[in-house]
Each structure stands twice: as C-alpha cells, then as structure tokens.
C-alpha cells in the first residue's frame, strides 16, 4: 500500500493491487504529531504531485531530494521549482525583460545592442542580417546563432530556428519564471566581433545579499573551453565544475590567471541586479575594454550543481538562506500557508 498525506488537510492511500482511491480527511494538527512525520508525509506528496522533477533530479544526482526541509543549493532549488512563484522570476527568465531592467537599475553598465526582436524571422530586416550580430531566442539558454557579415540564407535560418519558440523550460524542467514569458527571437550586436582580447565570461552567484563564487570561462562552450573558480574576495579555487552525469571535469586556466577586473566591483553590480532576491545568477562579459552585463539565470544548472571540491556546492547550501525567498516572506494562502509556517520554524530550528 502506497500512503500519501495531503497537508491540504486530506490525504489517499491507493492500493498498488487494485488501483483504488480512497478519500480521507484529517486536521493539520494530526501531521503535528512529529516533524519527522510531517517531513515524509509533504515529501510524499510532492513526489506524488511531480514524477518528472523527481525522476529528472535522481538522473544528474543520483540520489533522492527532501524537498519538504530541503538542505543543500540543489535541493533548494528543486524546492524554488515546485514553491516560489517570484515575480521576478518571469523578468529574470526574459532576456529581452531582464535587459531592460537592468538598464534601469545599473545603467552604466554596458549591454550589446539589441537590433530587432520579433517572433517570425520573415520580419527580420534584411540590413540588419549584413553585420557581426547574433540570433537568440530569449526564453531559453544555448540557442544562439552567429551571423556573419555577408549575406544569409534566411530559408536555413528559419529551418534551424524551427523549433525554438516552441521549447518551454516551464513544461520541460518545471521552471516556473519561464511560463509567462513570451517567447521571441531577438538580434543583438556581437561584442565579439573586431576584439584582440579574447572573451571572458564572468559568472556572479548571489545568495541573498552577498557573493559566494565568481566563474570565469574563456572559449564557453568549445573545444577550448577552460575555467576558474574565485572567492567573492578574488582568491583562486582549486576547483572546478563537474559535469553531472559522466564526472567530467572541465579543463582550467592556467594558474597564473586572475579576474581582468576586481572581484568588489564584479559583487557590487551583481548584487544591486540581484536588488535581495535570495539567489541568482548574474553573467556578465569582460572583451579585453568594457564589461557588458549578459543575462540573469533563476535557475543555475538546471538544480544540478557539482564541483571537483564538495565543500562549494556546501558552502552555496549554507549561504542560501530560504527565509529570504518570495515563498516565505510574502503572505501565502491555504496549505501553502501552514506549510509555510511549519517550513519557517524547521529552519529556525536548524539554526
């Protein structure tokens, strides 16, 4: 017999033989009896209620997530998954939105130039496609195309670009900020084009109001890609991110490479686009002259973090202080409510 708890104050136990449900109603004060039970009982359901996240975390992982008090940065974001419908979120999982905002917030920081945005690429002004820019769409990551400057054949464009709009990391990987973006293509400038330095990308991770690591990447997403890990004070880390599923270690800089600009600046523009969200990703780029700002990422990863040293993914748990989230400093209603409730006093007692 497989038993579920509802803290919605009902709960079924379906017979595994029989395939029949029954409907039983029970008060919130009987999933007090112990934290334990209230713990296994909500992780119960929220494994009833989503198959795929489960299924999709033990994958990468390899081993099963407590969502109900989750612990560490993967659990935590499995947790952000299924809970916290931050606001934010959707301008964060925009690219063209998250643009815009952080314009507002950071001017002086330095964006490509967006020159067309649209959702048919039969609208694409054909001068534009003449120049160094790239195609992207700006609701999901790594679908980008680089044109160059010549002419383009916009009928393989369009064949290459066929599915694009139609992914959704909403319906796919349980993303939530995803499903009220409306997904476009956009063309933006790129700030690659004519540079003697090579790029650097500079990766920003935001927990609440502080910096826990800063990534830099040169040649992402290449053969040659290579990568270094700081501290939020600059210091280098003998460490380096691990692929999840077949262990593989991305390749380092070479020891003697350091931030091409300081860690207290990179921190201090990422922090006030992070404006106290209790955590985000903010991407910048450094081309050898000017830092552009790229994108915001509200879920690293996917929820599917490991290092080559354990004690990051450990510190990134720590320093995510689940008090902060939208979830429970804004007023829920329901089963969200006492849950909320019962989610604030286990952390406090972990403390």
Known sequence: MLLVVYPDEAYRHVTADTGKVGL????????????????????????????RLIIQYWLNLRRLPDIAVPRDVNEKMLWRKVFDRNPDFVT???KLRAKEYVRQRVP???????????????????????????LK??????????????????????????????HRHDRVHGEWGYRNVEPKFFLETDISAGQKADLVDLIVYVFSNSV?????????????ERVALFDADGCRL???PVTH??????????????????AATLGRHALVIANGNDHLRVDFMWNGETLYFCEVTVYPGG?????????????????????????LRTSQSGWRRRYAAWLRAQLQALQ
């Open 212 to 224: 826990t690591l800063i990534v830099a990447t040169m040649g992402e997403k290449t053969a040659r």
């Open 238 to 240: 003998n460490a380096v």
């Open 245 to 262: 599923r077949n262990h593989a270690r991305t390749a380092v800089l070479p020891d003697d490479f350091d931030l091409p600009l300081d």
């Open 303 to 327: 929820g599917y973090r490991s290092y080559s040293d354990p004690k990051i993914v450990q510190l990134m748990g720590q320093n995510w202080n689940l008090a902060d989230s939208w979830f």
């Open 92 to 94: 964060f999982s925009d």
């Open 137 to 166: 769409a700006n609701h999901s990551s790594g679908m980008n195309i680089v044109l160059d400057i010549g002419p383009v054949d916009r009928r393989q464009l369009v064949k290459a670009t066929r599915r694009w709009l139609a």
């Open 108 to 134: 002086d920081i330095a964006q490509s130039p967006v020159l067309w945005s649209g959702t048919d690429l039969q609208d694409l002004p054909e001068n534009l496609t003449g120049q160094h820019c790239i």
């Open 24 to 51: 039983f109603f029970f008060t919130w004060k009987a999933l007090k009896l112990s934290a334990n039970f209230t713990k296994s009982a909500i992780s119960g359901l929220l494994y009833v209620l989503h198959p």
